[in-house]
């Protein structure tokens, strides 16, 4: 089974920045892609960044493009966010997410997967609380 543990979350005045990592463990093969989705009180769960695990390709929300930056350590089974210049609109939960094959079959993605439903593992989300 796999799982995945978010941390670095916290609070931040507008303008800060944080590190989110989020460590896999377990899983036989190797995942397609790892993502992050943040959710704000009262607001559905959102894509932020993916990034594809064999190749490296990333893509972004618009909301977050030029500010943050999603990466991976291969050997660390680990994803990264670092965000930078944080609003008080970032404040919400994050998730990482990880896309996994079939069973069976490899991956196959022609493009960085941004929706909730290609993502098969989720972490239990780390804080991020940006204050104006």
């Known amino acids: 089974q796999v799982q995945l543990v978010e941390s670095g979350g916290g609070l931040v005045q507008a303008g800060g920045s944080l590190r989110l990592s989020c460590a896999a463990s377990?899983?036989?093969?190797?995942?397609?892609?790892m993502g992050w989705f943040r959710q704000a009180p009262g607001k559905e769960r959102e894509f932020v960044a993916a990034i594809l695990w064999s190749g490296g390709n990333t893509y972004y929300a618009d909301s977050v493009k030029g500010r943050f930056t999603i990466s991976r350590d291969n050997a660390k089974n680990t994803v990264y966010l670092q965000t930078s210049s944080l609003k008080p609109e970032d404040t919400a939960v994050y998730y990482c997410?990880?896309?996994?094959?079939?069973?069976?079959?490899?991956?196959?993605?022609?493009?960085?997967?941004?929706?909730?439903?290609?993502?098969?593992?989720w972490g239990q989300g780390t804080q991020v609380t940006v204050s104006s």
């Open positions: 997410a990880a896309d996994y094959p079939t069973p069976g079959f490899i991956c196959a993605r022609t493009r960085v997967p941004f929706r909730m439903v290609e993502y098969d593992y």
């Open positions: 377990g899983g036989t093969f190797s995942r397609c892609a």
